[in-house]
T-cell receptor, first 115, second 115 residues
């Protein structure tokens, strides 16, 4: 079975500061990992995904994430926060072929960006 | 290409009623998944359909059902509504989704309120 833990349900950052969102996973098989963002009254948008090709994954809007197997982590970072980054972010894991398209999500982290 | 569309966007029902939600995937996508999002339980996988067959099912009671048509459009039905069914229901589509690597594209969701 897969599970995802996101540390911190709310994160507040200043505009221009580093954004760091933590995600730890548990998986019985090599996982595929995803970060999604959700803006108010909208669905989820994929930021990036890890599919074992490279441990450092670059996504849209300047976000990147590093897969660390030894730490079972897939933390999301962005060097400099923009006001437009205010949203809720979800880490998700898929067990690959065995699970088809089933995604298991973390609880989400809501990001507030202060001017 | 048009994105994933969900209808209706908002719905108010009373306890005991039933409801049908509709999802039109991106053209050419054959896999459709459904998720329930609530403040208390977060994002939870309901089921996935591929080529009109349910391929995967989450841990929800039998009151929750779905189907997929030959044009890949999908519907989900909730019978005997309970207050706890109030949620945002998200639909996601992907091209094939056989190996869990496909990016899932989410619709804006249907906000269901049960009174």
């Amino acid at each position: 079975a897969q599970s995802v833990t996101q540390l911190g349900s709310h994160v507040s950052v200043s505009e221009g500061a580093l954004v760091l969102l933590r995600c730890n996973y548990s998986s019985s098989v090599p996982p595929y990992l995803f970060w999604y963002v959700q803006y108010p009254n909208q669905g989820l948008q994929l930021l990036l995904k890890y599919t074992s090709a490279a441990t450092l994954v670059k996504g849209i809007n300047g976000f990147e994430a590093e897969f660390k197997k030894s730490e079972t982590s897939f933390h999301l970072t962005k060097p400099s926060a923009h006001m437009s980054d205010a949203a809720e972010y979800f880490c998700a894991v898929s067990a690959g072929e065995a699970a088809g398209n089933k995604l298991t999500f973390g609880g989400g982290t809501r990001v507030l960006v202060k001017p | 290409k048009a994105g994933v569309t969900q209808t209706p966007r908002y719905l108010i029902k009373t306890r005991g009623q039933q409801v049908t939600l509709s999802c039109s995937p991106i053209s050419g996508h054959r896999s459709v998944s459904w998720y329930q999002q609530t403040p208390g339980q977060g994002l939870q996988f309901l089921f996935e359909y591929f080529s009109e067959t349910q391929r995967n099912k989450g841990n929800f009671p039998g009151r929750f059902s779905g189907r997929q048509f030959s044009n890949s459009r999908s519907e989900m039905n909730v019978s005997t509504l309970e207050l706890g069914d109030s949620a945002l229901y998200l639909c996601a589509s992907s091209p094939v989704g056989r190996d869990g690597l496909d990016t899932q594209y989410f619709g804006p969701g249907t906000r269901l309120t049960v009174l």
